[in-house]
């Protein structure tokens, strides 16, 4: 049986969301199952690099910017929200993913895309609890369970855990894919992981 | 007339090198004149930018390495240079590009590729004025005023005018390019460039 195609991502992570929009496709088509794991590339990753935000970098930052706005007009995509909003925190609805994750990954990949497309297409703010348990009951979770994990720490050192295991399998960016233990960064990068995945790698 | 394929990278960066080795075919293809421009990422871009070498950065550093001989493996290449080796100094290389480029563009892009050959296939450390000298001397420049021109400091101001030039263009990466008025970072976008000369943008 072939391995997984894993696939990271931050919520809050513009190129993660649009990432998400086609991995499952591409997973499908060469036969691997896709598991999808949210990782906190701002308040986790960029700490332990030593860097600041990615769209504080002088030049990087812009560039980013420029280059998103180009891949939605490549794609005729919109988001329904800019830079100019500023982000939510993403650590609820990475609790909330990781909580469920545990129990259904089925249904957490649901949840996962539910919170995403609110984000992203609706220009809701998931940064509160009661924000991302409402989007996920809507994807099928269990709001009153999910809550209780929420109460009783469970969703937090399931996520800490997560963050903890991405580290250390070296992932630093959203998005990222894991495939027979290769690692791919970036949404440029998709391309290349349907090459590996058609080739059997190189 | 369609306007320049404009190529920006550093000598002694590895996918600024693999960049060199296919851009001024893609820019034929489209009927594109590709004009290539040394800068300094180590030395000058990622000073402004308050990061450390790319290398040293945790998690980002090990993938880079890893990306690297992904692609050599890919492309069936090989380099004379690892990691290990420790890079040249890449100022003496930069001074003499722009010293020739102010002259006669199409010898510094021989130049340019005879330099960045000695360094990435034959392992020469370039880091010393005599170095590149020779190397470029073997590529048709005239030695004896290249020398003059390093002497009288020209060579210098010539390197730091194109320096501030590209970091005024918002380049911030090798191999990096501009096509009509568009940036691309990255050897992965070399792609999606060819996309864009392809199709006339979007």
Redesign the interface.
């Known amino acids: 049986m072939p391995a997984n195609l894993d696939f990271y991502f931050d919520f809050i992570s513009p190129f993660g969301y649009l990432a998400s929009l086609r991995v499952d496709e591409l997973a499908r088509k060469y036969g691997r199952e896709c598991r999808w794991h949210s990782m906190l590339l701002g308040i986790s ?1 960029l700490k ?5 935000p990615l769209t504080q ?4 930052g ?2 980013l910017g ?2 998103l706005k ?1 891949y939605l ?2 794609h005729k995509l919109t988001l329904a929200r800019s830079r100019e909003m500023g982000p939510s925190n993403p650590i609820a609805a990475g609790r909330a993913f990781h909580w469920i994750d545990a129990r259904d990954p089925a249904l957490a990949k649901s949840a996962a895309k539910a919170i995403l497309n609110a984000y992203w297409q609706q220009g809701t703010d998931i940064g509160s609890v009661e924000a991302v348990v409402t989007i996920v009951e809507g994807a099928g979770a269990d709001a009153r369970a999910l809550r209780a994990g929420f109460a009783s720490g469970e969703a937090d050192r399931l996520l800490r855990a997560a963050v903890d295991r991405s ?1 250390a399998l ?3 960016g959203s998005p990222f894919f894991m495939i027979d233990g ?2 791919f ?2 949404l ?2 998709m ?2 992981v349907e ?1 590996w995945l058609a080739s059997g790698g ?1």
Chains 1, 2 share one sequence.
Do not use: A, H, S, T
Not at 48 to 52: D, N, S, T, Y
Not at 57 to 60: Q, R
């Open positions: 990753v332990v690099m030593g860097l600041p970098i002088p030049l990087k812009e560039y420029v280059d180009r007009r490549r580290l070296g992932v630093f290769e690692p960064f970036g440029e990068k391309e290349l090459e190189w």
